[in-house]
């Protein structure tokens, strides 16, 4: 973890889980899905 980096609920990692999980990301393929607080759209 980075001093000052936002930290990442538990809740949005159990939330990409269960959608990789879905046959919703059926054709995800060599996708970087980063949960990271929104810290990269900033």
Request: avoid cysteine; charge should be negative; proline fraction near 10%.
């Given at each position: 973890?980075?001093?000052?980096?936002?930290?990442?609920?538990?809740?949005?990692?159990?939330?990409?889980?269960?959608?990789?999980?879905?046959?919703?990301?059926?054709?995800?393929?060599?996708?970087?899905l980063p949960v990271d607080g929104?810290?990269?759209?900033?």
């Amino acid at each position: 973890m980075l001093p000052g980096a936002p930290s990442v609920s538990p809740d949005a990692v159990a939330a990409a889980v269960l959608f990789l999980a879905t046959d919703g990301a059926a054709y995800m393929t060599g996708v970087e899905l980063p949960v990271d607080g929104g810290w990269l759209a900033q």
